[in-house]
């Protein structure tokens, strides 16, 4: 009988306060639960928290895409117009590819909540055979951020020939043209 591997998925909190256990983090569960929900297919979640440091944080994500193998790695945190806001950055200098859309369309479902959503600059980009993608840090963005993209997210990890992600029709219908 054929092995089911779970697909590894890396959750990245990005945050000075949470990394130095100031407060408690609430992004990366925050995440995991949502990807419980979301996904049906076997995956297990690689989790790191790293303080805004763009050395660390591009470290953290060619670690969890080259060693750990993670065809979806999603950030928390950031992503704003801060100084120490460093998150895009890091994303941009450790992908081949940038995914623009993906930012364009997370931020119009975050307007719908906050004004303050045009302040994210959240991108993502494919390393490989890994999609990477930036939620704001905010813990509630996380959920808005992640039902917007997601039917598109399957496929996006296809193409790139990364592990084959199924989701649960009744919270998120994914979308595959060519299946
Ligand atoms: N990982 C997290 N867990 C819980 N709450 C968070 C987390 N990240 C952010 N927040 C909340 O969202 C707010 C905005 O997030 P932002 O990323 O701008 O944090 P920040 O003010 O730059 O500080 P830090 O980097 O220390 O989290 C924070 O002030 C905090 O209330
Ligand atoms: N859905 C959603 N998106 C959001 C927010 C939010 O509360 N909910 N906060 C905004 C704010 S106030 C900022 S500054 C930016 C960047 O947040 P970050 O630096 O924590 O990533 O995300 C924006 N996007």
Redesign the pocket.
Known sequence: MAEVVASAVGVLTVSDRASRGEYEDKGGPGIVAALSDILASPWRAVARVVPDEQDVIAAALIDLADREGCSLILT???????PR?V?PEATEAVCERMLPGFGEL??T??LR??P???????TAGTRGRSLIV?????P??IR??LDAVFPAIPYCIDLIGGDRFETDPAVCKAFRPKA
């Open positions: 928390t945190g950031g992503t704003g117009p801060a806001d998150t997370m931020r479902a975050s909540e906050v303050t959503a045009i302040l994210s600059r959240q930036n939620l704001p840090g905010k509630s963005a808005t951020c």
